[in-house]
């Protein structure tokens, strides 16, 4: 790192370290969450002039910041940079370091939204305080939307901003969830960039059956119907579909096998078999649909264990590809039971569909000029993620909104997909100064000033 990318870094670790510490789990219910905290330090780290705060408080204890310097020309372009300060439960026990100490170990910062997404909200915050302190006076204006929530369905986050602060947030151009994992590839380094991602759908199966009384055990029950469903839901295997940002990813990323074979759905697996199994993983889901069972509820304690339940309910979530609507979620999991089903009625509880933002924009033609700073020769590559993000949202309101950030060559691919979610998440202090450092660089080069 440079000085001025130590210094970000060391401003930025321990803004981490206090972020993650506030552990503000977001299991789903309305009281967790507790994104209030988080905020609090943000407003912290952030308070001082040249910089307007603003905080909205959704349901009690579900606060969202908006922090913004105000650019001089009107008819500039507005750059928001987005982190949502929600995190998902972590099981202590399967962690090599306390997921909510904030440890710094060997250069690395341990804990629950290490990666996602708290790195970003540190990172955003030490930017914009660096700038402000710089004396910046941009044309266009940079805002930094900090919310909660994300980690359910961003109802008491940006989805709330938008319905009732939406001026706060409208935008030209918006950075979330992630990106920017510098990978070899036979022409240099390719930097992931984020520019759609895939829809989710909440499917209820109610799986029917007759009530067994386990003194006079029969077949036909709901317990052993969606047991049967489970299974195959686990064990179906969607087929590939080819779209316009697996293209261009096939076309930019230099991945082993030949362009036909990767654009060739049926000739997809067979390409990317010699990619090891968590990033073969992690790529067919940008080329497939996924699903799994999340949930499954029948019957309760007392009497009723006299028979089995005439009902079980199963929750499944869908991740659909673009164009994929909640009809071809539905007839997903509908083929995979197969001849189970006509004993299971499938509602739609909830969904997002996928969105995408055109690839040649303003914005990453401004990232592709200032990651060449610290990486010589790369090129910016588009990616399906499996995941959901907030991007929806600022595309619905006209902005042109990728996912981004700038890490070291620290982590490998295999570390980065397996931290999303899982067991022992870290971000290395390298990769902190990078990023803050690549959003000062992106706020002079898209915004002036």
């Not at 699903?291 to 199963?314: K, L, N, R, Y």
């Not at 001849?339 to 914005?363: M, N, Y």
């Amino acid at each position: 790192m440079t000085d001025d990318e130590r210094r970000l870094a060391e401003a930025a670790t321990p803004l981490l370290q206090a972020l993650i510490r506030n552990a503000c789990v977001n299991d789903g219910t309305p009281d967790s969450g507790h994104e209030a905290r988080n905020v609090d330090t943000l407003v912290a780290a952030l308070e001082g002039p040249g910089i307007d705060i603003e905080r909205y408080e959704a349901a009690p204890g579900r606060d969202n910041l908006v922090a913004r310097i105000e650019g001089t020309d009107p008819d500039a372009p507005t750059l928001l940079l987005h982190a949502h300060t929600d995190v998902v439960p972590a099981h202590a026990e399967r962690w090599a370091h306390d997921p909510f100490a904030g440890e710094l170990v060997d250069g690395q910062v341990w804990g629950r939204g290490a990666i996602d997404m708290l790195n970003h909200a540190a990172t955003i915050a030490v930017a914009l305080r660096h700038l402000a302190d710089q004396g910046w006076t941009p044309k266009g204006t940079l805002v930094f939307a900090a919310t909660a929530d994300q980690e359910h369905r961003s109802e008491l986050g940006m989805q709330w901003l938008v319905e009732h602060h939406l001026d706060q947030v409208r935008c030209d151009f918006a950075i979330t969830e992630t990106g920017g994992f510098p990978s070899p590839g036979p022409a240099g380094l390719v930097l992931p960039v984020i520019p759609g991602e895939k829809g989710s759908h909440w499917l209820r199966l109610q799986v029917h059956g007759d009530p067994v009384r386990p003194m006079v055990p029969a077949q036909g029950s709901a317990l052993a119907r969606a047991a049967g469903v489970i299974t195959r839901l686990d064990q179906f295997v969607p087929p590939c579909q080819v779209h316009d940002i697996w293209r261009a990813s096939v076309h930019g990323s230099g991945w082993g096998g030949s362009i036909a074979e990767l654009l060739d759905p049926a000739r997809i697996d067979q390409a990317l078999y010699a990619l090891p199994p968590e990033i073969q993983r992690g790529v067919r889901s940008a080329v497939a649909p996924t699903m799994t069972a999340t949930s499954v509820h029948a019957g309760g304690v007392g009497a009723e264990t006299a028979t089995t339940p005439a009902a079980v309910t199963i929750v499944v979530n869908v991740r659909s590809l673009p164009g994929q609507t909640d009809a071809d979620a539905v007839d997903l999991v509908t083929k995979a039971i197969g001849d189970l089903d006509g004993e299971v009625d499938i509602d739609v509880l909830w969904s997002a569909p996928s969105t995408s933002s055109p690839l040649d924009t303003p914005l990453s033609q401004a990232l592709e000029r200032i990651c060449q700073q610290w990486y010589p020769g790369s090129s910016l590559v588009p990616f399906l993620p499996p995941g959901t993000s907030d991007a929806r949202f600022f595309r619905a309101i006209g902005a042109v909104a990728y996912g981004f950030a700038l890490f070291s060559e620290r982590p490998d691919v295999v570390d980065l997909v397996n931290v999303f979610h899982g067991d022992d998440e870290w971000c290395d202090t390298e990769s902190l100064g990078l990023t803050t450092a690549m959003w000062v660089a992106l706020a002079h080069d898209l915004l002036g000033g």
